[in-house]
């Protein structure tokens, strides 16, 4: 998969298409973080991992103000099928919407296969939109590595945190914890010990 120019901080390709809860329209969600969870292939075994612990963490998400869909090219009777099979299998209801992508449109407009390929084996992304519908963080799996779902939500309350603000979070951070509230420009104009007394307040 070639990935030529990142997303990050470019306006979301609008998208608009069939899924198991009706059509979704990626602008009717201006105002609210969109979390568009893409994998590779209905009833693989990863992605049934990956979709019952998404669903287990749906109002954690919803608390935050996210709004959750997935991605894949299978078609929306393939989703349906899929979702189905879980709930009788696991007994868990998978309640946010499963967007087809038959013609691959939208996963080649969030570059997540390359444009002259007819396989989307790779494909296992997240994609961070915020509330203007600007892509704020875009992460890349292996098809054969599952997602940590806790590690995306973390990401996602880290992208809420320090939205809009002069503020960065430094690495492991969880909410509640110390922030470094000096814009990261002016940061590195300080000299190293000045630096180094303030990320020593949060590492």
């Not at 990050?8 to 059509?23: D, E, R, V």
């Not at 869909?69 to 299998?89: G, R, T």
């Not at 002259?116 to 963080?137: K, L, Y």
């Amino acid at each position: 998969m070639t990935i030529s120019n990142s997303l990050i901080g470019k306006n979301a390709p609008s998208f608009s298409g069939y899924s198991t809860k009706g059509i979704i329209d990626l602008e009717a969600y201006e105002g609210s973080w969109v979390l568009l969870f893409c994998h590779p292939a209905d009833f693989t075994p990863v992605c049934t991992t990956e979709f019952i612990s998404l669903a287990k963490k749906k109002e954690e998400f919803e608390s935050l103000g996210v709004e959750l869909m997935a991605l894949s090219v299978d078609s929306i009777y393939s989703h349906m099928n899929w979702l189905e099979w879980i709930e009788d299998n696991f007994d868990q209801h998978i309640p946010f919407p499963v967007i087809e992508d038959v013609n691959m449109e939208i996963s080649k407009a969030y570059q997540m296969i390359d444009e002259s390929s007819q396989s989307t084996a790779t494909v296992r992304a997240c994609i961070f939109i915020d509330p203007e519908q600007v892509v704020q963080a875009v992460i890349h799996y292996p098809m054969q590595v599952g997602r940590s779902i806790d590690e995306i939500l973390r990401v996602q309350k880290a992208l809420i945190e320090t939205h809009e603000k002069e503020i960065a979070v430094p690495a492991n951070w969880q909410p509640g914890q110390q922030i470094i509230e000096t814009p990261l420009d002016r940061m590195m104009s300080k000299p190293a010990g000045w630096l180094k007394k303030v990320l020593s307040n949060v590492i």
